[in-house]
């Protein structure tokens, strides 16, 4: 069960309003890698969890989280305190509150939609989804995508930090992004407290496709690095030449018994295609007595379109 | 530029039509660890990469991912190509297809909606979101981004593996599974030729907070481990006796100007709660001549509410 | 800060493995009333609220909705338990694990994709949304949404309560039930001990228009009830001979400076259509040999699409 | 059926073009408290009402919300007509049309995407969803999420017209606003015309939970009020010391049968972490040649951090 | 399977840096009308198609769109090139980053969360979505859908041109315009080498239904026009007068049998509104001691919630 | 305005209760080619149309697509009232009551979250979202869009009246598709009304590439028709020989001022990749002592996975 100090883990001081940089740090309340996010991800690995030890440091960490979401709430809080009362009250005239609004960033909707409370979207007031949270119960995975979001984290908070120059809101964004690296550090311990963690899962792959790498992208540019040469690595450089790798047909099939087989033959001679019937069609009904505004001249390069522009505007 | 080759990566032979078993592969099609969110989340990187190594690399798996987006979607079509043909066609009776839709997974959406064909939602319908795509632009979160990503990819087809008993969607599978691993292999060569990968991004951490574990789930069933106690660990157990951490108040406050201030005292005024105003409620209107109902008896523990059920019923 | 105890605020007894049901529950753990919706609701209603008294109530529930969130999500993770282990260690054939994700609901994604772990999306495999928290920063708005929503959730509880027959499921479940009435009993008096609680907000409304009632609907079935018809109400049964309500125009205008008008009368201009131009179309093109198809007969009532359907069958 | 008059039911008359206040209007358009979710909201529950009277009442308001949605939508498409028209005629420079859409809001994402035209987004641009729809089916609930709404839409509509000055729009805005208010009167009506309407539903609660007050947040600020203290309520302090409530263990149990039994164990087996297994991890690997940046020094309070980014600056 | 060569199919020459332009641009790269859904829409097209003309279009220009998304993208990383650096630098003081990332636009997402790089979203960050996708596994539909997405597309790139002035991006936007035109024509031509494609499908419609226009928008403004006069309509002015069109009684009913009859009746019963049940409400109990602030005068017409707003100011 | 007559547009005879095929049915009511996406299509683009004929025709359409949606939900409503009253009564015992909601399709959601009443989700639940709408505010590309629309609501009936075989709602359905047939023709005719409507907008392309078809996806399969060959078409072949079509040099540039151009390369120089950096990494780390199991031997093809499955079975 959870229980509530009305401490918070870190002391928030704000010096001033500044709605527009409440929006900001949103990214961290209701964004992607903000702290809800977070603290679903450990707590919703947590309970499905049998191991003690990990079911144990999610819901640390978890709960850490849930308490980090109430640091960065509480600073976009402090931020728009002001305006929100403004708003409410109607304490300036409409020309002023109208400014305040449209100042930047999406603060505008943070003060019409939600009062200027701190609200579960991210920067742009894409509400937070659960299609955030990449749980997958199994433990090999979760660790590494627990890593991985703390990595993000951390940077969205340096990030946050780079454009702060308020000393108490960069101080507790500070503490916020530090708590990421010491969270990354346990999940990186817990991940390789697990014996045998890599390939993640039980089944093994097939070696001879585990160790290939494919150069599909050529041209200028084409490089080489541990990531695809090296003893661990066979390197397939003419990808046309080995279509498919398996040495079959590289067709896809499948035998349909009857009556689908009937009915999928029915249905390709009902909507054939005809490669003849090169007849009118809606476009060229449509293309009118300016028809010929397209296919008279070919204009060129670069200064095609900017002469094209002028040419419609003097239409 | 991207080009095509008609011939697939691997050869897809499906054995028998299953729409159901369709419907559960676009997990992979469409879902969150699916094959365009591979795709996508690596070829965003790679437009937005500078280093020529990386550049290459995410391309690289990008265009494999795209191809592997290919080979799954050509097992779906396979595996629903019957059910299309016959809906489209109205071959059997309105029965026979009610039938055929209503057999479990979401199948039915994907015949009704999709026509049969390969749609980019998860094996629940849930669309494909950009949401999925976790790109940020600093490659030493990116690469732990991908690492976990192909981590999760590869225990996704492993769990398809496991309920397919078709012997080459299975062969199929296989290889694509194996291919996320070969990816993840290169991800994290990429990952340490960066010399100083930890912490992502350039900002330190603040030293005090980076090594403190912070035991905030306590009870029976507190554990440790490498991940909160050893030399690189501080750890806190008296949480609240500890609150807040940086030994300020633990409140949060800002210096609000006029006329902030007393818009914000106007507010609280007018919306001000009186603890004493304990007066009848809209719940009290409304409870009503059964209102004593609830009140009337304690009903237990687990046997409670069975009963009530079933004194609702007699009702 | 928050912080956590290990054990439930309710026991978790479960009878026997379902991850069907165990997939139905989910409505009460990611879904729109369920458990995550509530604690988000009144966690950020509670951060932005300035009044000590509705703050400290808002956090008490807030924190009591995430350890239900703990229960429903641990009644979960039992009833899948044994589906997680028996996927990811294949402990079952291919064919028993396929039967055991198709048995309905939308189990098979929680198994899948979710590896057997309680997911926050609703029952339908739709990931939870912000879109579903309705926090709006002005408390007689609030405390009404709350009011609702602990209404909604009594609801959907009882309905899960009405289709489980495990005993120990369904005593968590009245718990759950039970407390959702008390919560709306708090809310429900903390509106009212706001001592001017309707209409929400600070500005009156218009006194004319405030008291009419517009009847829109009309026909067989037209109804009066206190909500219509009494001293409180004006009702406007004439409704278009009603209209505009304000007397003026019923149009839409404005006055467009230079250059706006100008382009506006070219854009029409450009863009006009020709009432008199009745010139062939695509679908004319497109309705092909097979034209006559639909205008030859008038096929009548219920039984023609029937017929149409065989017709089409028989072609 | 639905019939419509070309009159609207209120008159339109909008001073001079603004697209960016068009776009922040559209938060009452296609926003979460908006005509639309109005509209659909008591037009779902009307469909499925068999009550004369609510029926009759919810198609009544339904219909006149959809009038409302013309309204708004019609002030909208004056506000941006003069951008639209200048857009799409291309008649300024591509510097002035590049200004006048990057003014604020979120306008230009209306001027490119839709054109100019009212969209069904918010003033943030998310898309409108049926997530915001929260018929329930249970006339209790849904009287009271419509009460609830009818609640959110007033002060949604008070905002919009505290930062407007073009008295037309403040005029019509005030028209809506005021029909908001009529609306939640006859749903009050209609909610108190069920002679028993708490709690919702028809399973009783159990009577000891419904009157319990879980006092879950603690510290200074702890407060009492007629929401948790007085003859209604049994308040629990000591949160800890009850737990679990029931009595039971606090802990969740489910008797797995063979094969799951076995299943679960060989998955604990092998995915178990070993407390004892302190190893170099990824990070560890990763901190390389500047890992001691973060070591070195306590950095300290509140300057820490500003300290930390200078010396990221410099390095 | 996809390849990749380095050099881009136009090349893109950028002349200055400029993020909110790169957000701007964002729609089509991320928005419902780029290039990503174009690429989908034709790539599942082509993955369902059994026809081996229109498998091969689908397939050539899905793969050329994913090459316009590499193109589109190109320009949106080098748009924001110079500020994801001096951001991940902190290469200028706060005051200044912060200032670059509140200019309009939503650039500020883009250089905050997705740090710099070309994001999945539209202009206005919202997620790319699948929903997008209109595939539908019919052809005739299919390519009307595709007619339709090009031509949209078109018009936004039209767009994006008039509002840009750098000549190198003017010209690729050029390019990538006139492509969707091309691209229109293929859909066009396939359409009507499909010899009968109206109506799409298979089921002929009912005749006396498909030449029916039905004037349900009445008063002044109505007009006629080839779309519902001449030869092809049967036009339906008396609306009401014709309920319903079929001759039945224009209910809905069902035969509802045991117990389902009973519990109809039942939960008619126990939910009915008593309309003669006019009591004191919610809304009644909250008016409050300002109760009378709205119905002691009729405010009047436009002048009204201008003074209203005053006289709220003014208590 | 809108007005509302009770009676339907079309008499709706339901034989018998089922909620499967309810669920099914509402990709009509809330699906993307549902009659809410239709009315709101037309409704928007009517709002900010000032060609009076395609204003009228607009509403009149929309207003009619109202009244569909009214159809549609009705016979949704009829369906599910039995499964509504049973659930809400609790007629039936748990496990009747669990078996009913257990039958398929998405039903379940719709009983619990929905009570049975109709949700504006697809078939399988996904919400609603205005994202289905395109209005785009070009009447050329939004009459396309609308004719798109209306090709696939036509489908989408066919299959849905392919798969029922209740006469009344089968003869609803059909008087629904046909409408949909008929508002093409409208659509159509609105658009050759229009006299110049092809390429939409204003801007012509730049000719010798509208006119270009690029055969991008090659090998055993490509084939010729008039969409890629004739006297319009000019057909590269050679793709890569081509690159890029503007003989530039492929790439993408952009000129940083500084100090962008510094943090550029403080980025670049930070971040850099090291090709010979070739290290233990996590993955390495990682595989543990079972390291061995995937590159012991080459287990060759289709029979691979399966025996590796069976092997991680046995382990």
Request: glycine share 12%.
């Amino acid at each position: 069960m959870f229980m509530h100090n009305k401490k918070l883990q870190y002391t928030v001081r704000v010096a001033e309003p500044n709605p527009v940089l409440g929006s900001l740090l949103l990214e961290q309340f209701g964004g992607p890698d903000g702290e809800l996010a977070a603290a679903m991800r450990y707590f919703t690995q947590g309970l499905g969890e049998d191991d003690a030890g990990r079911k144990d440091m999610l819901l640390d960490i978890a709960t850490e989280e849930l308490s980090h979401l109430e640091v960065i709430g509480s600073i976009v809080a402090m931020l728009t305190k002001g305006a929100k009362a403004e708003l409410a009250e109607a304490a300036l005239s409409e020309a002023e509150l109208y400014m305040s609004l449209t100042k930047g960033g999406d603060s505008h909707t943070q003060s019409i939609l939600f009062g200027g409370g701190p609200a579960l979207t991210n920067s742009s007031g894409a509400p937070w989804t659960a299609a955030y949270v990449d749980s997958r119960g199994d433990p090999t995975c979760d660790l590494r995508s627990n890593i991985a979001a703390e990595s993000r984290a951390k940077i969205i908070y340096e990030r946050l930090i780079n454009i702060t120059d308020d000393p108490g809101i960069k101080d507790a964004l500070g503490f916020l992004m530090t708590r990421e690296i010491a969270h990354q550090k346990s999940f990186e311990k817990a991940l390789y407290a697990i014996s045998d963690n890599f390939p993640p899962g039980k089944l093994p792959g097939i070696a001879r496709y585990a160790s290939t790498y494919v150069n599909t992208s050529q041209g200028e540019g084409d490089m080489t690095g541990p990531w695809n040469e090296g003893e661990q690595w066979d390197r397939i450089d003419d990808v046309a030449g080995n279509l498919p790798v398996d040495g079959g047909s590289g067709g896809a099939s499948i035998d349909l018994p009857d009556p689908a087989a009937k009915a999928a033959a029915d249905l390709m001679t009902r909507t054939r295609s005809r490669p003849d019937h090169d007849v009118t069609t809606g476009a060229d009904l449509g293309a009118g007595p300016g028809a010929g505004r397209m296919s008279g001249e070919d204009l060129g390069g670069a200064e095609d379109i900017a002469g094209a522009a002028r040419q419609a505007q003097a239409l």
